[in-house]
């Protein structure tokens, strides 16, 4: 208890709010975790333990490019792993299916908006380093739902939960894909077909602003 006092006296803030609730074990704390000089898992395991000292735990490891090192630990403490999409990263493209066949919920993320718009097809070539399809679909739908603690709404097409759905035209995973038609809450929020249209309908819109303020 003294020990969870002097984290909520020092903390503020969104953080601070963050740690106090892992102490009173309301809710799992998501870590930041880039590792360290060399991809080091040291600070992964000290966060853990600082977390098991305190009474609170880690709910997921952000990035963690030296996550597969400490599989057990993450598994045994039952904090999970978000880690960057390899494309963007120097870890080893093994990361996610040592991990998963340790039991550890792993997703995949990018900071970045390019990678970020391909996390699908990214997940589908980590099939190629031991993923089966199932887990591999997991990366961006499931799992990173469980890390959230919204898997009860997203995540998985069930009854009962939220409609956020992607229809697509071709495998999902595969590099051909692009969505067709998006939903959220069961409502259409976007379509190709429309998509074109619009384009279609802004470029012709654009022609005539641009003649309309030319002209002598």
């Not at 020990?3 to 609730?21: D, E, K, M």
């Not at 692009?178 to 819109?205: C, H, M, N, P, S």
Request: no cysteine.
């Amino acid at each position: 208890a003294a020990g969870r006092s002097r984290v909520r006296r020092r903390g503020g803030g969104w953080w601070g709010g963050a740690w106090v609730a892992g102490g009173k074990g309301e809710r799992g704390v998501p870590v930041h975790s880039l590792g360290g000089p060399g991809d080091d898992e040291r600070p992964m395991l000290m966060r853990m333990r600082l977390a098991d000292e305190f009474g609170f735990r880690i709910k997921t490891f952000e990035h963690a490019a030296p996550a597969f090192r400490v599989a057990d630990e993450l598994e045994r403490h039952g904090a999970g792993a978000s880690l960057f999409s390899f494309l963007n990263s120097t870890q080893t493209p093994y990361n996610a299916s040592m991990l998963m066949h340790k039991g550890v919920t792993v997703s995949i993320n990018s900071d970045g908006e390019g990678l970020a718009r391909d996390l699908n097809q990214q997940a589908g070539l980590l099939m190629r380093f031991g993923l089966t399809e199932n887990e591999a679909l997991a990366l961006v739908t499931i799992n990173p739902a469980k890390q959230l603690d919204i898997d009860k709404r997203v995540g998985s097409i069930e009854v009962g939960k939220d409609a956020d759905l992607v229809i697509w035209t071709h495998y999902p995973l595969g590099i051909y894909a692009v969505a067709d038609t998006v939903l959220i809450d069961g409502q259409v929020y976007f379509t190709r077909e429309y998509d074109k249209a619009q384009r279609a309908w802004l470029e012709a819109e654009r022609k005539r602003l641009t003649v309309s303020t030319t002209r002598p």
